[in-house]
């Protein structure tokens, strides 16, 4: 696979990814300070692959259906069903998200909070 670096993009624009998806190749990865952050490809090949992803998600949904998990319902129980699947969601994030209890003061054996003696600087 072509790599292209950000500074030849930023010099030679266009041209780079041009440059780097002749003779065939489709795809370029392009790095960011020494990083591969990025991929560029012809238009025909995001096309196929998005194609590819589309039909992968059919096929998956064909055999949800032909194993039987799926569920008939109006629009309007669809919409009161996901509404209590969010509610709830929401409900468990609030749980997880709760603020823990503080920690309690040190208490003696006369139920008073005990004072820590003061650390003397040491000289």
């Known amino acids: 696979m072509?790599?292209?670096t950000a500074n030849d993009l930023k010099t030679r624009g266009i041209a780079a990814i041009e440059a780097s998806l002749t003779g065939?190749?489709?795809e370029a990865v392009v790095s960011?300070?020494?990083a591969d952050r990025y991929v560029v490809m012809d238009l025909a090949h995001y096309q196929h692959l998005r194609e590819c992803e589309?039909?992968?998600a059919?096929?998956?949904s064909r055999a949800e259906i032909a194993a039987g998990r799926f569920v008939v319902e109006s629009p309007a129980r669809h919409?009161?069903?996901l509404q209590a699947l969010i509610a709830d969601e929401a409900a468990a994030d609030a749980v997880s998200a709760a603020p823990s209890r503080p920690a309690r003061a040190s208490r003696g054996s006369a139920g008073k909070?005990?004072?820590k003696p003061a650390r003397s600087k040491a000289r």
């Open 2 to 4: 072509a790599h292209i």
């Open 24 to 26: 065939g190749r489709t």
């Open 32 to 34: 960011v300070r020494g």
């Open 54 to 56: 589309l039909e992968a």
């Open 58 to 60: 059919l096929a998956e």
């Open 79 to 81: 919409v009161e069903r």
């Open 113 to 115: 909070p005990v004072k």
